[in-house]
């Protein structure tokens, strides 16, 4: 089960991978795939929120919120993404996301250990370690390879975008339990919904990007 887990979550990573580089070379495969994860996301949300919610209001201010969050998310990932050193900077904060993701993973499920919270039973604390760790890892090596330079900022950005990638994976886990759902949705067969596969990305990307603004 474990290994079966560990490939879907690895091929999952790959894919995205693969989508961040052609993303940020074609503008064209940016602005659609921006278009077509946006409005999925959204679908998924407002399926969760109005599986929680009874009352209309409830689903209305929290299906806004999220709608006005998705707009400026994918606006600011646009724009900055048409200018060489903020493409990088999102270049690398993206790979930091994706390496958290799969570094809880598969630290967590080596080392096991105790839970990190009941919000999501198979998070632990040794996962959440891996995933600080495999994060710097990746977004120090970055950092090296295009600056050619090692910096203590390094650290501190990938903890922030760590904890923010993690913190983004709870919540959206806790909003499932809520619902009583495994999956958001089923866009990725055998791997879940758009928001399984970017729920770490929506909280990681900005917050590592307001570490970057603060530190520098």
Same mark, same amino acid.
């Given at each position: 089960?474990?290994?079966?887990?560990?490939?879907?979550?690895?091929?999952?990573?790959?894919?995205?991978?693969?989508?961040?580089?052609?993303?940020?070379?074609?503008?064209?495969?940016?602005?659609?795939?921006?278009?077509?994860?946006?409005?999925?996301?959204?679908?998924?949300?407002?399926?969760?929120?109005?599986?929680?919610? %009874?009352?209309?209001?409830?689903?209305?201010?929290?299906?806004?919120?999220? +709608?006005?969050?998705?707009?400026?998310?994918?606006?600011?990932?646009?724009?900055?993404?048409?200018?060489?050193?903020?493409?990088?900077?999102?270049?690398?904060?993206?790979?930091?996301?994706?390496?958290?993701?799969?570094?809880?993973?598969?630290?967590?499920?080596?080392? %096991?250990?105790?839970?990190?919270?009941?919000?999501?039973?198979?998070?632990?604390?040794?996962?959440?370690?891996?995933?600080?760790?495999? +994060?710097?890892?990746?977004?120090?090596?970055?950092?090296?390879?295009? +600056?050619?330079?090692?910096?203590?900022?390094?650290?501190?950005?990938?903890?922030?975008?760590?904890?923010?990638?993690?913190?983004?994976?709870?919540?959206?886990?806790?909003?499932?339990?809520?619902?009583?759902?495994?999956?958001?949705?089923?866009?990725?067969?055998?791997?879940?919904?758009?928001?399984?596969?970017?729920?770490?990305?929506?909280?990681?990307?900005?917050?590592?990007?307001?570490?970057?603004?603060?530190?520098?």
């Amino acid at each position: 089960m474990i290994a079966k887990n560990l490939k879907k979550r690895i091929s999952t990573s790959l894919i995205l991978l693969i989508l961040i580089f052609l993303i940020m070379n074609f503008n064209w495969i940016l602005i659609f795939s921006l278009l077509i994860l946006g409005v999925i996301s959204l679908l998924e949300f407002f399926n969760i929120i109005n599986k929680i919610f %009874k009352s209309k209001i409830h689903q209305l201010i929290f299906n806004l919120l999220f +709608t006005l969050y998705v707009f400026l998310f994918t606006l600011f990932f646009f724009i900055f993404s048409n200018y060489l050193h903020l493409k990088i900077i999102l270049l690398i904060l993206l790979f930091g996301c994706v390496a958290s993701d799969v570094g809880g993973f598969i630290v967590g499920k080596f080392f %096991k250990g105790p839970k990190l919270t009941k919000i999501s039973p198979n998070k632990t604390i040794s996962g959440a370690i891996g995933s600080f760790i495999f +994060t710097y890892i990746i977004i120090t090596s970055l950092v090296y390879y295009y +600056t050619n330079t090692f910096n203590y900022q390094s650290i501190i950005i990938s903890f922030i975008t760590s904890l923010a990638s993690q913190s983004g994976d709870l919540y959206f886990s806790f909003l499932k339990r809520k619902a009583k759902i495994k999956d958001t949705g089923n866009f990725f067969p055998g791997h879940g919904g758009v928001l399984d596969r970017l729920d770490s990305i929506l909280f990681g990307l900005p917050l590592g990007f307001l570490s970057i603004i603060l530190i520098y």
